[in-house]
């Protein structure tokens, strides 16, 4: 563990470097951000939202909790995703969990975890709309990984139900979801493809929150 005094000296050099680079870097951080992306990721300390997009301060704003999950009735993620898209117009969603998650593989394992048991249901759910591919996968570490893709998958899925996120796409055409994986063992993200267009279209006939009558069955 890198001591606890050090990370004031390490914030020090950093401002420094900064401003050494840059002289008026922190006057145009200061001033307001317009960032174009907003990343909900996984709480883990490897993955580093800013760092694997290689992104600088102001350009992606971001909320990570345990397996990247974004449910219904989470006001902290719901606030997240208005404030980005109402206000900071963000014209990209990503949704990004990664390999050896804890918190996916936690909720592979049938066992009561106390507090973590109903944010892990939302990741049991995932599983059980998804049983039959996945109980199709003999190999447990290949099970494993494919759930990280599907919750990814699925938790996009939950951003287009949104009513931010429907109504500023009907209007302007943005923004669009994106789900990622990224590889701990390589460093690399994996882009899931997912299609936002048919996606939404998928969802409209029950989950359409726009004045517009959009879902053409
Ligand atoms: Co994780």
């Known amino acids: ?9 390490n914030n020090r050099r950093w401002a420094s470097n900064k401003k050494a680079g840059e002289p008026a870097y922190f006057d145009k951080l200061a001033a307001e ?9 996984c709480s883990d300390s490897r993955v580093p939202a800013n760092d694997i997009m290689g992104v600088e301060p102001g350009d992606v704003f971001v909320h990570r909790n345990v397996a990247n ?27 990004c969990g990664h390999y050896n998650c804890g918190g996916v ?4 394992q049938p066992q009561d975890m106390g507090l973590l048991n109903p944010w892990l249901r939302n990741i049991r759910d995932v599983y059980r709309l998804h049983q039959d591919e996945l109980n199709g996968i003999t190999e447990e ?6 759930l990280v893709e599907l919750n990814v998958i699925e938790q996009c899925v939950n951003v287009i139900k949104t009513a931010p996120v429907q109504q500023s796409y009907l209007a302007q055409g943005y923004p669009v979801v994106h789900g990622w994986v990224f590889d701990l063992h390589t460093g690399l993200l994996k882009d899931l493809a997912i299609d936002f267009e048919a996606r939404l279209r998928s969802i409209q006939q029950i989950y359409n929150l726009t004045s517009t009558p959009w879902f053409r069955p």
């Open 69 to 95: 999950v974004v449910a219904n009735t989470d006001l902290n993620c719901g606030a997240v995703i208005e404030y980005a898209v109402a206000h900071l117009k963000v014209r990209h969603i990503i949704v």
């Open 33 to 41: 951000q317009h960032p174009g992306y907003l990343y909900i990721g």
């Open 105 to 108: 593989k936690a909720a592979m």
């Open 141 to 146: 570490a290949a099970r494993y990984e494919r």
């Open 1 to 9: 563990m890198i001591p606890y005094d050090q990370l004031f000296e």
